[in-house]
């Protein structure tokens, strides 16, 4: 194998746009053009994001490769997102890349969202140590919640996940619920900061590992009702507090679930993914962790917790280093599983 090996990557799963060069395990460039045309709709639409990726795939590209210093043809692999994630953006990034790699003749590797995700770990600065395997994964975002145990790179069993939302789309349904702008999870995340969980919502019983967050984001919604019924100044009154409880709440439900991963599975080595991992009580909540239950816990940069095209770099990496490429019939799967 060569003594260096320049990859790179392209991330196109929902509504940001993103290119990356890496070599071996350290990450040259890591180019995020991020989609403001979803806030005045409340979400990602995804007509909306697929042109935006369109417009924005090629100087992102251009940016990564001369922020790297090196040359498309000094590349030895092109790596892009296959999925899960929206169909028309999934599918920009994949059109590109295939084409890319074939006008280059170099090797195509497609990449699993999700695993790429965990993987973050393993870039040279995401944190201060990198796990071992095995090890055990919080995977939290807008689409997944799942506690994922990973024996080895591409050896992952999911062992719980949410048989209805997910706990980023709880966050900003209820940010949506109180008037918050999209999206709406970092918000309640800074309006937490100064308030006070005096509220108490109702804790999901769901089996094993498993996540449920849909009777949650209800029983938010008729609290709120009926305490603007009462008072309709309320929300204005109380934000503090009533984005403390919520976050108060969510938290509990993700570490009791960890807890109880712990216990069956004897593993204390406990990292989190995801945009949600970027949440400071869930972060908090790790960390002490460590203290209180003898975990070590990973928890990444926060350039590193969104969707990134150095996550997808790094998964390259490994995935060359096995020689494991694809040929172009690689199609993009919006519905691809971490296990896959």
Known sequence: MLDKTYILAIESSCDDTSASVICNEQILSNIVANQEVHAKYGGVVPELASRAHQQNILPVVE?????????????????????PGLMGSLLVGTSFAKSM????????????????????????????????FPFLCLTISGGHTQIVKINDYFNMEILGETIDDAVGEAYDK????????????????????????????????????????SG???????FIQKQVKENPNFIE???????????????????????KAVKETG??????AGGV???????KRL?????????????????????????????????YRLGLFDDQSITANPRLKVTS
């Not at 074939?102 to 040279?124: G, S």
């Not at 002490?288 to 997808?312: C, L, R, V």
């Open 174 to 213: 209820t940010a949506k619920i109180l008037g918050l702008p999209y999206p709406g999870g970092p918000l309640i995340d800074k309006y937490a900061q100064t308030g006070e969980a005096v509220y108490t919502f109702s804790k999901p019983k769901v089996k094993e590992h498993h996540f449920s967050f």
């Open 216 to 222: 949650l984001k209800t029983g938010i919604l008729y």
């Open 267 to 272: 593993i204390k080595q406990i990292a989190i």
């Open 287 to 319: 960390t002490n962790a460590q203290k209180h239950f003898g975990w070590t816990s990973y928890i990444p940069k926060f350039e590193y917790t969104t969707d990134n095209a150095a996550m997808i770099a790094v998964t390259a990496y490994q995935k």
């Open 101 to 132: 790699a074939l006008a280059l003749e170099i090797p195509l590797i497609a990449i699993n969202h999700m695993q790429a995700h965990i993987l973050a770990h393993f870039i040279d600065d995401a944190n201060e140590q990198k796990p071992t």
């Open 277 to 283: 991992s970027a949440n400071s009580e869930i972060r």
């Open 63 to 83: 940016m990564a490769l001369k922020q790297a210093n090196i040359t498309k043809e000094q590349l030895n692999a092109i790596a892009f997102t296959q999925g």
């Open 237 to 259: 009154e109380n934000l503090e507090n009533i984005c403390a409880s919520v976050q108060n709440t969510i938290a509990e439900i993700l570490m009791d679930k960890i807890k």
